[in-house]
């Protein structure tokens, strides 16, 4: 089920992953999914200088990227503040979150409206159009 919404997200967006984890974890959790070939970047935590929370790692953030993380405070709150629309995954929302879910398989949902919402503000007519636009899980 998570492949086939990774598939889908990919179509539309590039997706990247941000973790504080090791790249051999990371990797390692990937392949086990068989998952790796959908996103464009990885960057981990032994690879970065500068681990999440911090500032640096978010250096490459731009306005309307679309994050999406399971701590607010660790993974959404620059993205948020650099003008990112944020998704935050748990059990109990965050009031900045543009969008909460409980569950990653809800993110199909929250997408659609982003696009139908966002997008028609940024006059992004057709989604092909929108794939310079960056998903991000944190």
């Given at each position: 089920?998570?492949?086939?919404?990774?598939?889908?997200?990919?179509?539309?967006?590039?997706?990247?992953?941000?973790?504080?984890?090791?790249?051999?974890?990371?990797?390692?959790?990937?392949?086990?999914?068989?998952?790796?070939?959908?996103?464009?970047?990885?960057?981990?935590?032994?690879?970065?200088?500068?681990?999440?929370?911090?500032?640096?790692?978010?250096?490459?953030?731009?306005?309307?990227d679309i994050f999406v993380g399971n701590s607010f405070n660790k993974d959404l709150k620059i993205p948020k503040e650099k003008g990112a629309i944020t998704i935050l995954v748990s059990?109990?929302?965050?009031?900045?979150?543009?969008?909460?879910?409980?569950?990653?398989?809800?993110?199909?949902?929250?997408?659609?409206?982003?696009?139908?919402?966002?997008?028609?503000?940024?006059?992004?007519?057709?989604?092909?159009?929108?794939?310079?636009?960056?998903?991000?899980?944190?």
């Amino acid at each position: 089920r998570v492949r086939q919404i990774l598939k889908n997200l990919s179509e539309r967006y590039y997706l990247i992953i941000l973790s504080n984890s090791s790249e051999k974890l990371v990797h390692e959790i990937l392949a086990q999914l068989e998952i790796r070939e959908f996103f464009i970047k990885i960057l981990c935590g032994d690879k970065i200088p500068y681990p999440k929370p911090h500032p640096e790692a978010f250096v490459d953030v731009r306005e309307r990227d679309i994050f999406v993380g399971n701590s607010f405070n660790k993974d959404l709150k620059i993205p948020k503040e650099k003008g990112a629309i944020t998704i935050l995954v748990s059990d109990i929302p965050h009031p900045e979150a543009d969008f909460n879910i409980k569950k990653i398989y809800e993110i199909s949902e929250v997408m659609s409206q982003i696009e139908s919402e966002f997008f028609a503000r940024w006059n992004c007519k057709k989604k092909a159009m929108c794939k310079n636009y960056f998903l991000r899980i944190t």
